[in-house]
């Protein structure tokens, strides 16, 4: 069994079936006596229980681990033990494009040249537009062009063998900036894909005073460089053509702030939007609000002014348990398409000018359990001096069943891993394999705003994905949560968050399909507690009428049926199945046609619902059970502005008037009726 730091379990041989693992001789499946890692956590070696063979696995593992970058988070990038994986599937416009298969991912091996010197593999850092990638082993890096398939490495051992990567790397465009030790010395260095690899073609070396403890790309174009001096350096890359150098702009000193730099595993900053976009670089290290990660901490440092004018930092601690967390504004590749497609219909300038419900300042987190985010980084920021007394907003959290690598912005989802034990009485081993998950992140996160009485936010936020096909699918699913919940716990009226909700949903055209779906997949204890915030399940029917939505009516014919006298819904039914018989919908005439006989396996109700639609008399006198022995009258509908009505040939024709359609709410219903695909 593995753990992740804080506690996601991984792979797993629990689920093992004894009797192959013994006919197949693989005694590490039933018990491991002892075990370490080899070569950087890239594979693990055991001994099993009477046996003294070694066994050794591979492991496939997030490249955070060796690099913190946000663009390995951001392209879920993982690093094997001879090279990488990178994940296809973030090219596809959606959810319902993505797949699980193996083939979207793509496989790339290190050249043995580079690997039979420099192995293991220490770090591994993909570029924010996924072209390139970048490795270093124990001493010198290669890099790798996803598009052509080339690497490109040292020519000369000894150039390659002079420095090792200590500190990180990350790329700028086509540059590759590499945190480096040579020597006695310390640099930064600037490599050009489009260069050989030497060190007289290094297009920047930048020394400085102490080995360098993480780098960190931060906006356009800034570079923050933290070091065992507890100083950040704040460099602006400046790439112009074939050429690149840092410009070092600014610096902070944490002296007597952060006790132990070499634990500092990732940092960051927010900046403003004004200083991001308007302001001086050059005073950017004097507004900016520094983030950390130090020993499973995500630590704040928020800078205020002494009465004598000096810069000092208020530092809170934001979350504990912490393995990676995301800073969405670090991450253009995801926000670029999130931002430029996802913009409100019919709302103005001034408004989304005003009113950011984007998810761009957003800050995610995964503590080993949830995936917390906090949808605006500003509400840590304005709560965060611990002076004021003012507790951290509180974030969302979305519970999982797998191991979350990366939030897709673009696509309202957490994309993820889990691991598979395969065994067959076909072959003569057991392989283990990781697949693919996702998890719809909307509903959690309006729930959350809608629990926090900022139902204005959440539809807005809603706004964003409208162009996503599953979002009335992720709208179900909140729908779902919610009442199941309070069916379970029963809250009182003014804690039941299910009218607001209901509220909320009711804003979306798709609203009567959602709580139709959501009624048919709950238990029928559910309904009553859906229905009692809802209006009736006629008046429902009626606007599904209104509209068009025969297949949505049809659900909420089986609520009248459930909550009603047969009776009751016997004219909804001939009125539904004469509009599906007008529009062509055969398939839905079937369908209706299949629950008149479920209610009737004699089939009288069906012959006598089939004949008035079709206005023919009864052939028997007899009536149905259905509708208590009296003769089905086929109601008067209007439709397009034209009045139908039907003649009975003993009692002459007889008008129905139809129910004023209130607000359409929510409806369930039964396998008789498929609902509208979503």
């Known amino acids: 069994m593995t753990w992740s730091v804080f506690g996601k379990s991984g792979g797993s041989s629990f689920t093992a079936d004894h009797s192959l693992a013994d006919s197949n001789d693989e005694r590490w499946l039933i018990g491991v006596r002892d075990g370490f890692w080899l070569g950087g956590g890239s594979e693990v070696l055991l001994l099993g229980y009477g046996d003294e063979r070694l066994w050794i696995l591979e492991m496939a593992r997030s490249a955070v681990a060796g690099c913190f970058s946000p663009a390995n988070i951001s392209r879920s990038l993982l690093q094997t033990t001879a090279g990488f994986m990178i994940y296809r599937g973030y090219d596809m416009p959606d959810l319902t494009a993505m797949s699980a298969e193996t083939a979207l991912w793509h496989n790339v091996q290190i050249p043995e040249s580079y690997l039979s010197d420099q192995w293991p593999i220490r770090s591994v850092v993909i570029s924010h537009n996924g072209r390139y990638v970048a490795v270093a082993g124990r001493r010198g890096l290669a890099h790798y062009s996803v598009n052509s398939g080339r690497w490109k490495t040292f020519d000369d051992p000894e150039e390659e063998n002079q420095f090792t990567v200590r500190g990180g790397m990350c790329w700028h465009q086509h540059v590759l900036v590499a945190a480096v030790e040579s020597g006695d010395s310390y640099q930064l260095r600037l490599y050009s894909r489009e260069q050989p690899l030497d060190d007289s073609q290094a297009l920047h070396i930048g020394e400085l005073s102490a080995p360098i403890v993480c780098i960190s790309p931060s906006g356009d174009d800034s570079l923050l460089v933290y070091t065992h001096e507890n100083v950040l350096f704040h460099y602006i890359v400046n790439a112009v053509d074939d050429s690149a150098k840092l410009l070092l702009v600014g610096q902070i000193a944490f002296h007597g702030i952060i006790r132990a730099p070499p634990r500092v595993r990732a940092i960051s900053w927010i900046l403003n939007d004004y200083q991001r976009e308007h302001g001086d670089p050059l005073q950017d290290v004097a507004v900016a609000s520094v983030i950390f990660l130090v020993d499973g901490k995500l630590v704040l440092l928020q800078p205020s002014a002494t009465e004598e004018g000096e810069l000092k930092y208020d530092m809170r601690v934001v979350a504990h348990n912490v393995e990676y967390f995301a800073l969405m504004r670090d991450q253009p590749a995801s926000n670029s398409p999130f931002v430029n497609t996802a913009v409100p219909p019919n709302a103005s300038n001034e408004s989304l000018a005003n009113v950011e419900y984007g998810l761009r300042d957003s800050l995610w987190l995964f503590d080993g359990s949830d995936m917390t985010v906090w949808m605006d980084v500003q509400d840590i920021l304005n709560s965060a001096p611990s002076d004021f007394g003012k507790e951290l907003p509180p974030p969302a959290k979305i519970p999982l069943d797998f191991y979350p690598l990366s939030p897709l912005l673009d696509k309202g989802i957490v994309f993820g891993l889990e691991t598979d034990l395969i065994q067959r009485r076909d072959i003569s081993f057991t392989s283990l394999r990781f697949s693919t998950r996702t998890h719809l992140f909307l509903p959690s996160l309006l729930r959350h705003q809608i629990s926090q009485y900022n139902a204005p936010a959440a539809l807005h936020l809603s706004h964003f994905y409208q162009h996503l096909p599953y979002l009335p699918h992720a709208l179900e699913i909140l729908l779902h949560d919610v009442l199941d919940e309070e069916v379970d716990k029963q809250p009182s009226a003014e804690k039941a968050l299910l009218p607001s909700v209901l509220s909320f949903l009711s ?63 016997s004219q909804q039914l001939i009125r539904l199945l004469l509009r599906a018989k007008e529009e062509q919908d055969w398939e839905l005439c079937k369908e209706l046609a299949r629950f008149l006989m479920a209610l009737d396996e004699s089939g009288a109700t069906l012959r006598e619902a089939m004949e008035t639609i079709e206005l023919k008399s009864p052939s028997s006198e007899r009536g149905s059970f259905l509708f208590e022995h009296s003769r089905l009258q086929l109601p008067r509908t209007e439709r397009n502005g034209v009045v139908l009505s039907a003649r009975n040939s003993e009692s002459g024709s007889q008008e129905f008037e139809s129910p004023s359609a209130g607000r359409g709410r929510v409806s369930s219903q039964d396998d008789y009726f498929s609902m509208p695909d979503e």
């Open 507 to 569: 804003s979306f055209p798709s609203y009567l399909d959602i709580v139709v779906r959501c009624t048919r997949k709950t238990e029928l204890r559910s309904w009553r507690t859906l229905f009692k915030y809802l209006p009736s399940p006629q008046d429902l029917f009626e606007e599904s009428l209104q509209k068009g939505s025969l297949k949505t009516a049809g659900g909420y014919l089986l609520v009248l049926h459930t909550f009603e006298e047969l009776s009751s819904s």
